[in-house]
């Protein structure tokens, strides 16, 4: 078995820099962007369908994530969360993101495993599947 190398990055593969802007989103800014993604989808559900007080029903807050993974990803190359915490979703190859990307990489996000399955450059598979990557931006106007 041979040990990685010391000297590659995440993202080296894909022709993406050691860090700033385009480069691979780490773990920690992904983590945080899915809690806001998250929270704001049982906050939507609790006022929509509550089960309970304070206790939205869990498979509304499901539909209403991914409502709204999919859409801000087709509209804005991120969610509310990514673009918060300075992320974008783009394409490996040089193509358009589309409507199928966020879709096949939101319904596999729903369900979990795919989204802790990663690569060497920190893709999960669900980012893989749809040939995306989650890369870092600096400002509004950058385009990625």
Request: proline share 8%.
């Amino acid at each position: 078995m041979t040990e990685p190398d010391a000297s590659r990055w995440p993202g080296q593969r894909l022709g993406l820099p050691a860090d700033g802007p385009r480069s691979v989103a780490r773990f920690g800014r992904r983590l945080a962007a899915l809690f806001v993604d998250w929270g704001l989808a049982w906050l939507l559900a609790g006022a929509i369908a509550p089960a309970a007080p304070w206790q939205p029903d869990s498979w509304a807050i499901l539909v209403i994530f991914a409502i709204e993974q999919i859409l801000f990803l087709s509209v804005a190359n991120g969610s509310i969360g990514h673009l918060l915490f300075g992320m974008r979703l783009v394409p490996v190859e040089p193509a358009p993101l589309g409507l199928w990307r966020p879709v096949i990489r939101t319904l596999l996000l729903c369900l979990a495993i795919p989204a802790l399955i990663w690569d060497e450059d920190q893709r999960g598979l669900h980012d893989r599947v749809a040939g995306t990557v989650l890369v870092r931006f600096a400002g509004r106007t950058e385009r990625v």
